[in-house]
């Protein structure tokens, strides 16, 4: 099973609302953006500036049918926790790839990491935090 299809019962659409508009600086959005950099090369996503509309992340291509998943952004919030998540859940695949953990859903497989690599994992949070020049809640 790859990280596709072990998502795919677990997607949920990013709603950023019915009307577009820029409610973020760019530069905000472009940090956070950079801050995932690393994401990018673990898994096939590609996250771009389409202007006035925001940022869209790409996912999932294929030769046939292009990317699977688009899903646009009008905030820099949104989108570094959609990224948190994504970069959350992709590291949670690669600790349990291989292992009967992999039937699991992230948050059992996280709950079965030993308490040092869940404080480290969640700590990685703030550094992103960090890089991205965003505040967390």
């Not at 389409?50 to 688009?70: A, C, H, I």
């Not at 899903?71 to 859940?89: A, G, K, N, R, V």
């Not at 690669?94 to 994992?121: D, V």
Request: net charge negative; aromatic share 14%.
């Amino acid at each position: 099973m790859n990280k596709r299809q072990h998502d795919a019962s677990k997607q949920e659409v990013c709603n950023c609302g019915e009307k577009l508009h820029y409610r973020h600086r760019t530069g905000t959005v472009q940090k956070v953006a950079a801050a995932y950099a690393e994401l990018y090369e673990l898994e096939s996503i590609l996250v771009l500036d389409v202007g006035r509309y925001g940022f869209v992340k790409l996912q999932y291509y294929t030769p046939e049918y292009g990317f699977n998943d688009v899903i646009t952004y009008t905030d820099s919030e949104s989108m570094f926790e959609d990224l948190w998540q994504e970069w959350l859940d992709t590291r949670l695949y690669l600790f349990a790839k291989g292992t009967p953990m992999l039937e699991m859903g992230y948050e059992e497989i996280f709950k079965c990491l030993p308490e040092e690599k869940q404080k480290e994992l969640l700590e990685q949070k703030a550094v992103f935090a960090k890089m991205a020049e965003i505040e967390l809640k």
